[in-house]
């Protein structure tokens, strides 16, 4: 839109203005309507831009659900602020784990994370050098506290080419999309509403692969439909990535063995906050079991 404002002024200025003066045979006004339009485009869009300005810190969350109970539910948040002041988001819950959560710049002195504990309540953010500095936490909610109730129910799954059985949705959320992983098998459909039953066999899928490292070559696909998918769509897409790299990989980085399990994960849109203040968090949760 900016840049459609630019080009209309651009052409405006130069032969349409022109054409405007000669028909009025005002020729002469050229150079001074020229810089009166040029003070007038330079409002225009300024005032345009701050519509795309990011007026308060952007949340992205993911949180993971193992509906069996046996883990405890774990969030991944990306955080980032265009100002260079320092900035810092309270917590919406009880965590008993919040740390820094960032592979390249963990050690980076120029990454000053602050994580800070008042009674209950944790805050946390950090003190930026340049625009849109980065920022990524892992956080582990109390013990006992479910979001989700109910289940995933698998009833026979499995692959001749393609992966067949069924899978009900026993939960009260609604699944944008959900995963199947079988070994080093993944499939993705999209849709599946609370209560809902599907055949996979008769389900379109979206997304399949069978190799060693099911994340990489998953998210690589998401990478390159960005063009084709709508935002919400690869958001989602993405959320669901989070949550398989999640199960896939241990804290050591080393790759767990899946081959012995059925795994269906549900991306939920969405979910509960993770920040509060002044923040616009992007909130999503993957929820699934393990037979």
Same mark, same amino acid.
């Given at each position: ?7 209309v002024?651009v052409i405006?200025?130069?032969p349409?203005l022109y ?8 020729r ?12 007038l485009g330079?409002?225009v869009? *300024? *005032?345009?831009g701050?519509?795309?300005e990011?007026? !308060?810190t952007?949340?992205y969350?993911?949180t993971?659900?193992d509906?069996?109970g046996q883990?405890a539910e774990?969030s ?5 602020d265009a100002g260079n002041k ?9 965590? !008993?784990?919040?740390?820094p959560h960032?592979?390249y710049?963990?050690?980076? /002195?120029?990454y ?7 009674g209950d309540s944790t ?6 050098e340049?625009?849109?500095e980065d920022?990524?936490?892992i956080?582990?909610k109390k013990s006992g506290? $479910?979001t989700?109730?109910?289940?995933i129910e ?7 080419g393609?992966?067949q ?6 939960? $009260?959320k ?10 080093? !098998?993944?499939?993705? *459909?999209e849709?599946?509403?609370?209560? /809902?039953t ?7 899928c979206?997304?399949s692969?069978?190799?060693?490292d ?6 690589n696909?998401v990478?390159?439909r960005i063009d084709d998918?709508t935002? $919400?769509?690869?958001?989602?897409l993405?959320?669901?990535g989070?949550?398989?790299?999640s199960?896939?990989?241990? /804290?050591?980085a080393?790759?767990?063995?899946l081959?012995d399990?059925v795994i269906?994960?549900?991306v939920v849109e969405?979910?509960d906050?993770i920040? !509060?203040?002044?923040c616009t968090e992007?909130s999503y ?5 393990r037979?």
């Amino acid at each position: 839109a900016l840049k459609a404002v630019i080009i209309v002024y651009v052409i405006f200025v130069g032969p349409v203005l022109y054409i405007i003066l000669r028909i009025l045979k005002k020729r002469e006004w050229y150079w001074v309507a020229v810089p009166i339009t040029t003070v007038l485009g330079i409002v225009v869009v *300024f *005032f345009a831009g701050r519509g795309f300005e990011v007026s !308060d810190t952007q949340v992205y969350s993911v949180t993971i659900q193992d509906l069996s109970g046996q883990k405890a539910e774990e969030s991944f948040l990306y955080c980032y602020d265009a100002g260079n002041k320092e900035w810092s988001l309270e917590l919406a819950g009880e965590y !008993d784990y919040v740390a820094p959560h960032n592979s390249y710049n963990y050690n980076d /002195e120029a990454y000053y994370y602050h994580i800070t504990k008042e009674g209950d309540s944790t805050s946390i953010g950090i003190k930026p050098e340049t625009n849109f500095e980065d920022a990524f936490f892992i956080t582990h909610k109390k013990s006992g506290e $479910e979001t989700v109730e109910g289940t995933i129910e698998i009833h026979y799954v499995a692959t001749l080419g393609r992966v067949q059985g069924s899978i009900t949705n026993a939960t $009260e959320k609604d699944f944008k999309y959900f995963a199947v992983l079988m070994g080093e !098998d993944m499939y993705v *459909f999209e849709g599946l509403e609370a209560g /809902e039953t599907v055949d996979l066999i008769q389900k379109e899928c979206v997304y399949s692969n069978s190799q060693y490292d099911i994340w990489y070559d998953y998210m690589n696909e998401v990478n390159n439909r960005i063009d084709d998918e709508t935002p $919400e769509n690869i958001s989602a897409l993405s959320a669901l990535g989070v949550g398989i790299a999640s199960l896939r990989y241990n /804290e050591d980085a080393s790759a767990v063995d899946l081959s012995d399990s059925v795994i269906v994960m549900g991306v939920v849109e969405n979910w509960d906050v993770i920040a !509060d203040g002044n923040c616009t968090e992007h909130s999503y949760g993957c929820v699934y079991v393990r037979e």
